[in-house]
């Protein structure tokens, strides 16, 4: 298995199949496609609403503007930074973001989402990604021979800081000097990637070849990824990921693209460290360059899920 064709984990298969294809993800690119996954009606609905929302105009989107505190709500172009380890690569990409507290209060939203049956498509698309990504917890605790609710405790639904929804509109551009989102890892556990309209763009960086590879666009899959946490989890055996959104091709140039992320954080109070499992008991975390840069250089203090985060976030937004 290698970085030009990401393993595919079908929920129609058996679990030991599934479990065989997660180990492949783990072992290898840190990304992998999700098929029949029961979610594609769903986000057709959400990718609608997700692209009227982009057409608003934007002083009533700014109305709603990225909070410095929670980090949620509008993120115009220009107010985001990806790749930290170029301060002056700015993404071209505009991008509405909520958090599981946020369903809880609808005033946390423009005016456009309380329109009909607005919210409660949000609400219910939020709970299923939410779902999904504990029946994957599942199967990744049986794939490392732990407990079964091993990491789905580490994910309760009522305890901060929650799973985050980004929708995000990659409008048409020629330029040549930038990038639609920068390279970076993710900060929490899993990441559930929709794409839409068959509109490539994203890259997965392998590490080891220092090598970019282009990730097919596939409607009927989700493109799932793991992130920093699960790095830290299995003493660097699964890697984050390196990933961006390049530029798009001439052909290209003067069409938006649009995707959903869905990302899925332990609880805040999670301690980082090791799982229990045989399959790492005697691995050693040597960190590569990135690892350097992401995970704290004190590797006796032991961070929890919360304070990585924080860090992480505190290094992306600019205001």
């Known amino acids: 298995m290698s970085f030009s064709s990401l393993p595919i984990v079908d929920l129609k298969s058996t679990s ?24 594609h009606p769903l986000q057709d609905q959400v990718f609608d609403l997700a692209k009227e929302f982009f ?24 107010r985001e930074n990806l790749d930290s380890t170029n301060s002056k690569l700015i993404d071209e990409k505009e991008a509405f973001k909520f958090g599981q507290s946020d369903l809880n209060n609808i005033d946390q939203f423009p005016d456009f989402f309380h329109h009909g049956e607005n919210f409660q498509l949000i609400q219910t698309f939020f709970r299923s990604c939410y779902d999904l990504c504990l029946r994957l917890f599942e199967h990744l605790a049986e794939t490392f021979e732990i407990n079964r609710d091993y990491f789905t405790s580490k994910h309760q639904w009522d305890k ?32 559930l990637l929709f794409q839409h309209d068959n509109q490539s763009g994203l890259e997965v960086f392998d590490r080891s070849t220092n090598q970019w590879h282009p990730v097919e666009a596939r409607d009927d899959m989700i493109v799932v990824n793991f992130g920093d946490v699960f790095e830290y989890w299995s003493k660097g055996m699964i890697k984050s990921t390196i990933h961006r959104v390049n530029l798009p091709t001439v ?21 980082l460290t090791p799982i229990p499992s045989k399959l790492i008991q005697d691995r050693i975390y040597v960190k590569d360059q990135h690892a350097t840069h992401v995970f704290p250089d004190d590797d006796q203090r032991i961070l929890t899920a919360g304070e990585h985060l924080q860090m992480r976030l505190n290094k992306t937004h600019t205001y």
Do not use: V
């Not at 989107?61 to 115009?76: D, E, M, Q, V």
């Not at 799973?163 to 551009?173: D, E, N, R, S």
């Not at 052909?251 to 301690?271: E, K, M, V, W």
């Open 16 to 39: 030991d199949e599934i479990r065989q294809s997660l180990l492949n993800a783990c072992f290898t690119t840190g990304f992998f496609y999700l098929s029949n996954h029961g979610l």
């Open 55 to 78: 057409h608003r105009p934007l002083d009533e989107k700014l109305r709603h503007a990225l909070s410095p505190t929670s980090y949620h709500g509008y993120l115009r172009i220009g």
């Open 160 to 191: 901060p800081p929650g799973a985050t929804m980004k929708f995000l509109h990659y409008p048409p551009t020629n330029k040549t000097d930038s990038i639609r989102a920068g390279a970076h890892s993710d900060y929490g556990s899993l990441t």
């Open 251 to 271: 052909d290209q140039q003067h069409h938006s693209r649009y995707s959903i992320a869905f990302f899925c954080d332990p609880n805040g109070d999670t301690l």
